[in-house]
């Protein structure tokens, strides 16, 4: 029997999103499995990856949205080709792999999803203190687009957003996904490559310490 407990969530076709779509598989939610393709360098990789991990999960309902708009605006080396993505390590501050309110626009087009299918949860992998030092990866920011959305949407639509990952280190998320049987090997990462990850780009690094720390072999392949 379906459970009648719904819950959207964002799977950008990576470790983070995917481990926190299986938490709420294992919360006891029916997955619906949302994907943005958005002019990102690894567009096709992520999509793929998506697919992989939602038919694994076993969704009741799949979104693959097209955000063409994000390429127009640029302004991020993971849609600007014009800008180089840094390959030199995590620096300080905002880095130029940001782009410009993603994660708020991708709560927006979620929410809308919620609502259609009365879904009581969204769930973002973001990851706040093993992040790149993205401004809307930040606890506090997810919980206001919380209040936001529910006072900008129906009377009984109540939805809460989840963010399990929130506060956990790389080494932590790698060791939770092994444990909870989460298809590492269909998971990517890296910022510019499709075929073998650079290992070098900061999402890289932060994926090859976590498995490092972690004490855990990565089953993807590096160039």
């Keep these: 029997m379906p459970n009648y407990k719904k819950a959207v969530c964002i799977i950008s076709g990576g470790m983070d999103s995917a481990l926190g779509a299986k938490i709420a598989k ?14 990102q360098r690894t567009e096709k990789k992520e999509l793929d990856s998506f697919r992989k991990i939602s038919k694994k999960l076993d969704c009741i309902g799949s979104y693959e ?15 600007d080709s014009s800008l180089e993505v840094p390959t030199t390590g995590v620096a300080s501050g905002v880095p130029i792999t940001y782009v410009p309110f993603r994660n708020g ?12 299918h009365g879904a009581e949860a969204l769930f973002i992998g973001v990851v706040e203190e093993d992040s790149s030092g993205y401004p809307d990866c930040r606890d506090e920011y997810i919980k206001s687009m919380e209040k ?4 900008g949407t129906k009377d009984e639509t109540n939805l809460e957003i989840k963010m399990p990952l929130v506060h956990m280190k790389k080494s932590e998320i790698v060791g939770k996904s092994v444990a ?13 490559n499709e075929d073998k990850a650079c290992g070098v780009c900061d999402s890289c690094r932060l994926r090859l310490n976590g498995f490092k720390i972690a004490g855990i072999e990565d089953p ?3 160039v």
């Design 26 to 39: 294992n919360e006891g939610y029916d997955v619906i499995a949302l994907h943005f393709n958005y002019g």
């Design 148 to 151: 936001s959305i529910n006072l």
């Design 65 to 79: 949205i097209d955000l063409d708009f994000f390429k127009q605006i640029g302004a991020s080396a993971l849609t």
């Design 220 to 222: 993807i392949d590096y």
């Design 180 to 192: 909870l049987d989460v298809p590492l090997e269909d998971t990517w990462s890296c910022y510019q």
């Design 105 to 116: 626009i991708f709560i927006s087009v979620a929410t809308a999803i919620a609502e259609k």
